[in-house]
Every structure is written in C-alpha cells, then in structure tokens.
C-alpha cells in the first residue's frame, strides 16, 4: 500500500486510541464511585449521561472502519496478504472487537477482548520505515532490538549478582529472625518484610540496585547491626556504580554501531547535509549576483568576497581567497563573468580537502591544452595552395 494510504490508517489509530482512553476514564470514574473513592461522587451516569451511547457508536465505526481497511489490502495484495503475521494480527483484532458487541450474551468479561485492540499499534510500526520524519524513532527501534542479547545476558549477570548478594545476606539474618533472645517480635517482623524469604529478598535486593536502598539498610542498621551499613555502602558503590555504568556503556556502544552500521540513515543524513549546503551556497551567490542575470562578473566576484559567511565556509573546505580567484579564472571562457550553477557545482565537489582544488585545475588545464592541440592540428591539415 502507497504511504498516504498507511498514514491515513495511523491517524485513525490515533483517534482510535484517543477514544479508548477516554472511554476507560469513564470506566475508572465508575469503578471510584462504586469503591467511595474521594472525590468520586457522582457516577458517570449522572456526569455524562450520553457516554455509552457516544462510546458504542464510536467502537461501531472504527470497527467497520478497519474492516474496511483489511478488505481493501487483501484486495490490492493478494493471497500474500495472510503471509505477514501484521496482517494476521489486524485480523485478529478486527475480530475481537466485533466479538465484544456480543460479549454481554457470551459466558466471559469483554476485558481480554478490549485489551486485543492494543494489537492495533503494530500497525503503526509499518510507517516508520515511510517517513523521513520519523527516522530517529526508526534508529531507536534498531537499536533496541539490536541490542536484545546485550539486554539478555545483563539480566542474566545481575541476576546472579542478586541472587548471591540476597542468599548471604539472608542467610546471615536467618538466626536473627528465628532467635526471639535477639529482639522484639515487631523489629524481627521488620526484618522479615524484607528478608524473610527469597522472594523478598531478590524484591528487596532489585530495591537496593535499582530503587531507594535508604528504608532496606535502615531496617538493618536500626534493628540488627550498624555493620551492615558498611556492607550496603560496599554494595552500591562496587554494583550500583561500577558495573550498571559498565552495562550501560556497553548499551550505549550498541547502539553507536547500529547508527553508524545503519545505510538508510547514513545516505539520508549525507543527503540532507548535501541540500543544505547546496541551498547556503546558491542563496549567497544569488545575493551577490546583484543583475539578476544568473552571471557573476569580477566585480561581483570579488564582492562576494569579502563576504563572511562565505569566509567561514572557505575555511571549512580548507580554501583561501586566492583558490576561489583561481576558480573564477577556470571558469571564466574570456567573457569576464562565470555561472552561478557551475561555480556552486564546482565548490560542492570540492568540499573537502584543498587538494581537491589542483585535481580541478589540472582537469581545466589539460582541457584547454587539448583544445589548443585540436586547433593547431586541424589548422596543419589544410592543404596549402
């Protein structure tokens, strides 16, 4: 399908979208009413009477509407339509909000079938690779799912720190714990909540690296041994700073390679930079061509100049002044003025080193010479009388 096509398809999924979170504002508000929540007085019922109505109406359309949508690419498309498994999931999609209009006579809740509709965003993915617009989103996705087995094997690596940091530490409190001559029922019923178990453990331990570690190393220090403040210090800075810095520029290294690794992205950039100083060069020159007649002469040339914009990017292609007179003067046939196309095509090939500009000129001269060698020899080849 053509780009206009999947862009008009992404704004119905956003309008689509919009409905459903406002629809389940309504619902939340319904649900805080019927629990006393505060501020929660009135039922939707009585705020927005017209609500389910709206609602049904706008989950009829965009039912029909992306319907419609499947049909027409099945159409255009083909049998190869159910070959892509988007495809499959739009179908899917379709048909479980169409199955939700009967939910109230089927034996379970529409809520699995509304959450289905989320599907729906993978369409959206499609129009990243169409639009220009939208290609740092397209490098970001890139990078993500490049840098899944990093993801992976990061999990892995500080699980395993967890886990051996939350069995020592749970071990050593195992005896406070169980030993009521160690402390009072409420401080060992403290210590329990984060330590009492592995599974509060490894939560508690996930707290520590990744949360606030203040309430889990108080309960310790007040409570058990103000030693264990010495070990959560340890803790953090050898784990909290060395090695999720280290994960997180090896993250980081990632995805530099995947935008580096990236053509599309990289031609595009290129290309982008290319027109933007195409577009600087031609508007300078046009502001020197003070006759309009898309011809510099010498005094428009050297007008030109002294101008200091032109100065700056003289310097960033490692010119001086008297390379661009010598410009002038390679392009110059004997009228005493040059075109403006040919010396923006020409200083657009030039851009980058200087010795750019002796392949130039020696490609200019070696034409004249030819063309001198040409004359010459035509002129011996007349018969004499």
Known sequence: MGPSFEFAICLLLVVNFIFMAAQLQVHGMGVGHSIGFLRFDQSPEELYPWADTFFWYCDIFFAAAFT?????????????????????????????????????????????????????????????????????????????????????????????????????????????????????????????????????????????????????????????????????????????????????????????????????????EKAKAQAAYTRRVNALFSEADTSGDGMLDLEEFLRLLDNPQLQVWLHMLELDTPDLMGLFHMLDDGKGEISLEALAQLMKRMKGVAKSLDLNKLQHEVAKLHTKVDGLDIGNSRPRH
Request: aromatic share 14%; glycine share 2%.
């Open 68 to 268: 419609l949508e499947i049909l027409i690419r099945w159409m255009v498309i083909g049998r190869t339509f159910w070959c892509h498994i988007l495809n499959w999931i739009d179908f899917f999609v379709i048909l479980s909000s169409w199955i939700e209009f009967f939910a109230a006579a089927l034996p379970f809740s529409p809520t699995f079938l509304r959450m289905m509709r989320l599907g729906k965003l993978l369409r959206a993915l499609r129009v990243i690779r169409l639009s220009r617009v939208l290609e740092s989103l397209h490098l970001l996705l890139k990078c993500i799912v490049a840098s899944l087995q990093i993801f992976f094997w990061s999990v892995v690596l500080l699980i395993i720190i967890q886990y051996c940091a939350g069995m020592t530490i749970s071990y050593m409190l195992s005896d406070y714990m169980s030993d009521a001559s160690r402390g009072s029922l409420q401080e060992r019923q403290e210590v329990f909540r984060y330590y009492g178990t592995f599974s509060k453990t490894i939560l508690t331990m996930f707290e520590v690296l990744f949360a606030n570690w203040a309430p889990a190393c108080r309960v310790l220090v007040d409570n058990v041994s103000e030693t264990y403040a010495i070990v959560f210090i340890l803790y953090r800075c050898c784990v909290g700073f060395a090695v999720l810095n280290v994960v997180n520029a090896v993250f980081v290294q990632s995805t530099m390679k995947v935008a580096s690794a990236d053509e599309d992205i990289v031609a595009n």
